[in-house]
């Protein structure tokens, strides 16, 4: 099973990017899927996740301007980001887990991580 995240870049205050999590030897559906984030140095930082059925729990740093959605056919997860801040700025990863949960501890596969800066 794998996890490979791809979409992240530099963008300006204000703009918006789209990262992706396309998943091999499973079915997203079968499981939880979540987006994290991490600034080096520090923990990382639940940002959304879906459940099995479809429904999402975004962080409330990020509510209002992320949306995760999945597309069960492609076996892909995305991450939908509006209204972009500096202190959005991480390395975002995708992972899998057993239920919705904003514990990383709780996530058993990780996808390789995308950068995302937002500068001016």
């Known amino acids: 099973a794998q996890l490979v995240d791809s979409g992240g870049g530099v963008v300006q205050p204000g703009g918006s990017l789209k990262l992706s999590c396309a998943a091999s030897?499973?079915?997203?559906?079968?499981?939880?899927m979540g987006w994290f984030r991490q600034v080096l140095g520090k923990e990382r930082e639940f940002v959304s996740s879906?459940?099995?059925?479809?429904?999402?729990l975004p962080a409330d740093s990020v509510k209002g301007r992320f949306t995760i959605s999945r597309d069960v056919a492609q076996n892909t997860v995305y991450l939908h980001m509006n209204s972009l801040r500096p202190e959005d700025t991480a390395v975002y990863y995708c992972a899998r887990g057993p239920r919705v949960t904003t514990r990383a501890s709780a996530y058993d596969l990780w996808g390789q991580g995308t950068q995302v800066t937002v500068s001016s």
């Open positions: 030897g499973f079915t997203i559906s079968s499981f939880a």
């Open positions: 879906i459940s099995k059925s479809g429904a999402s």
